[in-house]
Structure formats: structure tokens, C-alpha cells
């Protein structure tokens, strides 16, 4: 830990955490500085290993606002930190033993996570990962029923959720990773292409069956 280089060394570099004025040695992590300062609520938060995700913190450097993990963030003069708080419960709910045939994994997809479709490719997904996952493809490829390769994508992923913050359509692109990783994991998937063509031919019987019912 950068802190036991620090000892007895004169703190030089001041910031803001969470509102409070924080003196802290050049080479501290924001989170270890926020726990020498006795920051209230942050006092043992985190894994200090980048894998846990809880030390969520949005950074303001003058006009600049990003977002990231306190953990792998080293501190700078003048520049202000809010801690995140804790992800919510997830909004999108499913039962993975639910899933007896793997056929209709993606029109059950779509009813999961509608949103998905509705990817705006703004990039914010891609520029809150403090991983550096390419979120923005991830979602794309299990919106195209690849799930076997957004799982892939999302193997990094260690769910702090940043990325279903930055998302202005709500996708929850962090739970659609995992919905990839664990649907592939559930069992053998079938070729991408044929999902994909038997929901677009779900859909289409689907609009054809509403189009009778609507002229009877």
C-alpha cells in the first residue's frame, strides 16, 4: 500500500471528499486518503484490489465530470470527490433455472431488458467503465442474440454498475452482461445467427396475429 511510504511525510496535496476539505500525500488513492481523513461513510469502504466495485466516486476536475473507482484513482490538488452510493437492487428480474430450452433465450431477452434496442451509441457506458470493457458493443452483441461473445466482452466486468448510471435509456448494461454470462454458462447455446432469425420470425407471426385480430 502506497501508505506505508507515506509515513511521517508532510501531506501535500488538498482536495475535496465528499464535501470536506481532505489534506493527503502525493501517491495515496482517494480511497486511502478518504480513510486517513476519517471521511464519515467511507471509512472501510472497499477491496483496495479494483474488484469489488463499492468505491464508486464521481470526480470533478474544474469542469470536467467523470466517474471511477476511488481505489485505482490517485489523488490531485483542488480536485473534488462525491462517493457514490451503493448500486440499487436491480430493476430487470429473471430466474436463470427458468430457462429449460435454449430456443426462445432471446425473445425472453428482450422481455427482460427491452431497452437494449434502444442504444442511443452516446459511448457514456464506454467512457464510465473504469475496467475499459467496450460496454456500448457488449450490449450490442446480446442485442443481436450473440450472447456467448458479449459475455466475452463483459469479462471484466466487476459490477459496480457505473455504466447503468451513465446509460440515459436505463439499459442496465452491467446486468445485460451478466445475463450473457450466465445464460451461456447455463447451457450450450445455439448459433446466433438462427436465434436471431427465429425471433425475427416470432415477430412476424406475432405482428401478422395482432394484424387479424385487429380487422376481425
Given at each position: 500500500?502506497?501508505t506505508s511510504t507515506n509515513e511521517g511525510k508532510q501531506p501535500d496535496v488538498t482536495l475535496t471528499i465528499?464535501?470536506?476539505?481532505?489534506?493527503?500525500?502525493?501517491?495515496?488513492?482517494?480511497?486511502?486518503?478518504?480513510?486517513?481523513?476519517?471521511?464519515?461513510?467511507?471509512?472501510?469502504?472497499?477491496?483496495?484490489?479494483?474488484?469489488?466495485?463499492?468505491?464508486?466516486?464521481?470526480?470533478?476536475?474544474?469542469?470536467?465530470?467523470?466517474?471511477?473507482?476511488?481505489?485505482?484513482?490517485?489523488?490531485?490538488?483542488?480536485?473534488?470527490?462525491?462517493?457514490?452510493?451503493?448500486?440499487?437492487?436491480?430493476?430487470?428480474?429473471?430466474?436463470?433455472?427458468?430457462?429449460?430450452?435454449?430456443?426462445?433465450?432471446?425473445?425472453?431477452?428482450?422481455?427482460?431488458?427491452?431497452?437494449?434496442?434502444?442504444?442511443?451509441?452516446?459511448?457514456?457506458?464506454?467512457?464510465?467503465?473504469?475496467?475499459?470493457?467496450?460496454?456500448?458493443?457488449?450490449?450490442?452483441?446480446?442485442?443481436?442474440?450473440?450472447?456467448?461473445?458479449?459475455?466475452?466482452?463483459?469479462?471484466?466486468?466487476?459490477?459496480?454498475?457505473?455504466?447503468?448510471?451513465a446509460c440515459p435509456e436505463l439499459i442496465a448494461p452491467a446486468h445485460v452482461g451478466l445475463f450473457s454470462?450466465?445464460?451461456?454458462?447455463?447451457?450450450?447455446?445455439?448459433?446466433?445467427?438462427?436465434?436471431?432469425?427465429?425471433?425475427?420470425?416470432?415477430?412476424?407471426?406475432?405482428?401478422a396475429t395482432l394484424k387479424e385480430s385487429d380487422e376481425e
Open positions: 500500500m502506497s465528499n464535501g470536506l476539505a481532505v489534506k493527503a500525500n502525493e501517491g495515496m488513492t482517494l480511497v486511502e486518503a478518504a480513510w486517513h481523513a476519517g471521511v464519515p461513510r467511507v471509512t472501510s469502504v472497499g477491496c483496495m484490489e479494483g474488484v469489488c466495485g463499492s468505491c464508486r466516486v464521481m470526480l470533478r476536475r474544474g469542469k470536467e465530470v467523470t466517474v471511477d473507482l476511488a481505489c485505482q484513482t490517485f489523488v490531485e490538488n483542488d480536485i473534488e470527490v462525491v462517493f457514490l452510493p451503493p448500486a440499487s437492487a436491480p430493476r430487470h428480474h429473471y430466474e436463470i433455472d427458468d430457462f429449460k430450452d435454449g430456443w426462445d433465450i432471446h425473445a425472453r431477452f428482450h422481455d427482460i431488458f427491452p431497452e437494449a434496442s434502444r442504444c442511443r451509441h452516446c459511448h457514456g457506458c464506454d467512457n464510465a467503465c473504469p475496467k475499459g470493457i467496450t460496454v456500448e458493443n457488449g450490449v450490442a452483441l446480446a442485442d443481436a442474440g450473440r450472447y456467448r461473445e458479449a459475455g466475452e466482452a463483459f469479462f471484466e466486468c466487476i459490477m459496480c454498475e457505473l455504466c447503468d448510471v454470462r450466465r445464460i451461456t454458462a447455463h447451457f450450450h447455446l445455439r448459433p446466433p445467427n438462427l436465434i436471431h432469425r427465429l425471433e425475427e420470425l416470432r415477430q412476424e407471426r406475432q405482428g
